[in-house]
């Protein structure tokens, strides 16, 4: 089992940046996973943003060039740095981890709420 603990949600106004953190409570050996997904009131939740081992970063075309996913392996550990935020990014942000060893498996963190607004 692994748990995920995402850190860094708040309010910002339009134009703002806020950092999101997550920690994976042990490491995860072999080819994996990570992302960020968010899910706004009344829609579906979608993928923000994923960064495999070994692997580029992929993006959603509504953040590319404002969000940067990253990765620290030794701390197991993503980041997404978001920037010029707008209200359209308000949401939850939910941590996604990824991988297969034998079985799939796929692990969530609790969700951190992120609200652009002035």
């Known amino acids: 089992q692994v748990q995920l603990v995402e850190s860094g949600g708040g309010l910002v106004q339009p134009g703002g940046s806020l950092r999101l953190s997550c920690t994976a409570s042990?490491?995860?050996?072999?080819?994996?996973?990570m992302a960020w997904y968010r899910q706004a009131p009344g829609s579906q939740r979608e993928l923000v943003a994923a960064?495999?081992?070994?692997?580029?970063?992929i993006y959603a075309d509504s953040v590319k060039g404002r969000f940067t996913i990253s990765r620290d392996f030794a701390k197991n550990t993503v980041h997404l740095q978001m920037s010029s935020l707008e209200p359209e990014d308000t949401a939850v942000y939910y941590c996604?981890?990824?991988?297969?060893?034998?079985?799939?498996?796929?692990?969530w963190g609790q969700g951190t709420q992120v609200t652009v607004s002035s």
């Open positions: 960064m495999s081992n070994p692997g580029r970063p």
């Open positions: 042990r490491n995860i050996f072999g080819i994996n996973t």
């Open positions: 996604n981890l990824k991988y297969s060893l034998g079985s799939e498996y796929d692990y």
